[in-house]
């Protein structure tokens, strides 16, 4: 399951942001998932939900996700405390 994954790599890029920018707490993820990615939303949303538990920095984090045209996954805001 690919999807799994990709989770790991955003929470992954999630906590290299939280470091750079001082942050403690990641509030809430949008990103963009293109209709012709290949990511099946409901898995990545899963796969995010049970991974981002097993971190103080991202366990109550909220994931938005906006489907859009197009191939890509794209990380397009993150708010953060």
Known sequence: ????????????????????????????VKVSVGNDSGVVVDSFSFGFNAIKAEDELTEHAIL???LTAGTDLILTQVAME
């Open 1 to 28: 399951m690919h999807e799994l994954s990709l989770a790991q790599g955003l929470l992954t890029q999630l906590g290299e942001l939280a470091t750079t920018h001082g942050a403690t707490k990641i509030i809430t």
């Open 64 to 66: 938005e996700i906006n």
